[in-house]
């Protein structure tokens, strides 16, 4: 049936060109006119209820009259030269403002571990300006790496041929950093703080050609051979630069303006759990044009809402509802999926059974890839395999669907458009996209991200590819609307908590000079296995027809994310609170990290932290049994 009501896929190309046909960032009137347009399609579509809400932010942006700078100095403190930046819009949200003079150091990605290696062969990057090239982990992470190095400055570059510059905000974190954990309605009292996400030194992003000038500057020992980048030779990792330029000087003077968000809905009420809802949305912001970034996803939510309509108004009863959602304000770290999340954090465990991201959905049309929570990969895996009639057209697009592995899978990562539901909000998510096998696609989060660059791409098919991904992703929602129990994996997290813990004993040593033992997170790891398996046993032996049993389970199913939120930090300390997916000290992998610290340098680490980590993790972990378990006369084990 949805297969009847999918259309052929030039509704989704028509959609993919209007979005893109120019820039269309939150606050412009190019996105205002988007949303209200989305709103008009959602109602002709005769979804129950269609709406909007809005959320008042102080969004940054560049400042034409006062335009960010680099310049050259000499040895006697002189201009040389002033590099204009090449586009005077060209910004990375949320960068501190100011100017510094420094010498220059090359750092490759930014990743923890190319900076662990400037320490080991002396090029310190502290009190110097740090360039990096984008990719491998988002700008948030390279700048706050950089910060933690020691560095007063970042400047990002694109690695690839053509010269342009990509676009990213540098808060390690989501929602309105000016607000964190709360929602920014206009009714609302903020309390006098800011999200600890923010960086307090300058970011600015360059171009391939600006940064190839830089790169020739550098002196000081070569940079390793895999440093070395696909559009500029080996360099130097400095912070000597040569003559006659001996530091450089950056300025970054961005402006906050304030600005109403719009987030848009539509919604079908399920017959049977109306309470409970699947929600699917996308970003419908860009800096760009945004062919990939926001296109792409706005298409095929319009197009998901409008086919599983017309199949409700021809005999489909779906049995929870159903959310379609273009959120707004996604290029500053998702800000408007965020702040609908803390305006309803209190309830939306109780509400929200799953969210699928339709964000760059298309990057190509070699490989089939998916983001998710681990509750979600059997349902995607069972999915996959449903799709095995595909149409002539689409052939070989099915087959990189088909040979799916499990390589394939990857966990949620912080620029996810579906992270935060599952870090933040407790709620099991997912992310999928049809990606290329060698090559990223390089114009995302850049100006030339438009339709006629994405088609050319995936071989004037990006109708069709758009529309397999598409199928995947209505196939997937429809499935959890309507199937009796939730197809939510509930023992998914055993094998993950399992790796945890192999990687945890290998650090016995490191737990005996504290003190400690695994014993009771080990006991607790135990619990919680035992809690999956009786309720899936319970499923098994139980009366499915019954609607209260069903939806009793139900509940307990759609909950099991959220129970690993922790619920020991503060929401505005730490607000991706998941203690696997979540960052910050709560988090299983900040406890391996700080063992590793503990043995390489005991002295880095405070004597306690070690001990209070293990016992809110357990505690976290233990608690999640317990509420698997059902009713507490249902909990036979002690702990």
Avoid at 82 to 87: A, F, L, M, S, V
Wanted: glycine share 6%; with cysteine; hydrophobic share 40%.
């Amino acid at each position: 049936m949805f297969s009847k009501y999918l259309k052929d896929g030039e509704k989704i190309d028509a959609t993919i060109r209007t979005v893109s046909r120019k820039s269309h960032p939150a606050g412009s009137d190019e996105n205002q006119e988007l949303a209200q347009q989305i709103l008009e399609d959602f109602k002709t579509y005769n979804l129950d209820h269609t709406w909007r809400d809005s959320h008042f932010v102080d969004l940054p942006y560049s400042d034409i009259n006062q335009p960010n700078f680099l310049q050259f100095i000499d040895s006697t403190n002189r201009t040389v030269k002033t590099i204009e930046i090449d586009d005077p819009e060209l910004y990375c949200p949320y960068s501190a403002n100011g100017n510094v003079t420094a010498g220059m150091v090359y750092a490759n990605y930014g990743r923890k571990e190319d900076f662990k290696h400037l320490d080991n062969v002396l090029a310190d990057p502290r009190g110097h300006i740090v360039l990096v090239r984008a990719g491998s982990i988002s700008f948030a992470e390279k700048v706050s790496n950089a910060e933690q190095a020691g560095a007063v400055g970042v400047l990002i570059f694109p690695d690839i041929s053509e010269n342009t510059a990509v676009f990213g905000h540098v808060h390690l974190g989501g929602g309105d950093p000016n607000t964190p954990g709360f929602p920014s309605f206009n009714h609302t009292q903020f309390p006098p703080f800011k999200s600890s996400g923010l960086p307090s030194i300058i970011a600015q992003s360059i171009s391939t050609e600006t940064a190839r000038k830089l790169l020739r500057l550098l002196k000081g020992d070569p940079a390793p051979p895999s440093w070395k980048g696909d559009s500029f030779p080996l360099p130097g990792l400095g912070p000597e630069l040569k003559e006659p330029v001996e530091k450089l000087r950056m300025g970054v003077q961005n402006i906050r303006r304030s600005i109403e968000l719009f987030n848009v809905f539509g919604s079908l009420t399920g017959r049977v759990e109306p309470e409970h809802y699947i929600v699917v949305g996308a970003q419908r912001d860009s800096w760009g044009p945004g062919a990939a970034k926001s296109g792409v996803g706005t298409a095929i939510l319009l197009e998901l809402a409008r086919a599983i309509a017309m199949m409700v108004s021809n005999g489909f009863q779906p049995r929870r509802s159903i959310l379609f959602v273009s959120w707004d304000a996604g290029d500053f770290g998702n800000i408007g999926a965020t702040e609908w999340l803390e305006g309803y954090l209190s309830m939306l465990h109780l509400k929200a059974a799953a969210y699928v991201s339709l964000d760059k959905a298309v990057l190509g049309d070699d490989d089939f890839v998916t983001k998710s929570s681990p509750l979600l990969k059997e349902l995607i895996e069972q999915v996959i395999k449903q799709v095995d009639n595909p149409r002539k057209s689409m052939q070989s697009i099915y087959q990189s669907v088909a040979k799916q592995e499990s390589n394939s899978f990857k966990p949620l990562s912080l620029d996810s458009g579906a992270y935060a539901f599952t870090a933040f909000g407790g709620v099991p998510a997912l992310e999928l996209s049809f990606e290329e096998t060698t090559t990223k696609y390089q114009y995302l989060n850049t100006k030339k991200d438009t339709y006629q660059a994405l088609n050319e791409l995936v071989g004037n098919r990006l109708s069709s590819v758009a529309l397999s991904a598409a199928e995947v992703a209505g196939l997937i929602v429809i499935k959890l609307s309507h199937d009796y129990i939730l197809p939510l994996d509930i023992s998914a997290y055993n094998d993950v908590l399992l790796k945890y813990l192999m990687d945890l004993s290998r650090q016995q040593d490191v737990f005996r000079t504290q003190g400690l033992t695994l014993q009771w997170l080990s006991s607790a790891r135990g619990d919680y296995v035992r809690a999956t398996q009786s309720l899936k046993k319970a499923i098994a032996q139980s009366d499915l027809h019954n609607q209260k049993v069903l939806q009793a389970f139900n509940v307990r199913i759609m909950r099991m994310e959220y129970y690993f939120l922790s619920e020991y930090v503060s929401v505005i300390d730490f607000p991706y609170r998941h203690i696997i997916i979540g960052q910050g000290e709560h988090t299983l992998s900040a406890l391996i990290e700080n063992l590793k610290i503990l043995k390489e340098k005991p002295n880095d680490i405070k004597n306690d932290l070690i001990r209070k980590q293990l016992a809110l993790i357990t505690w976290t972990l233990k608690g999640a049994a317990n509420a698997i378990s059902g009713e507490v006369w249902d909990i036979q084990e002690k702990f």
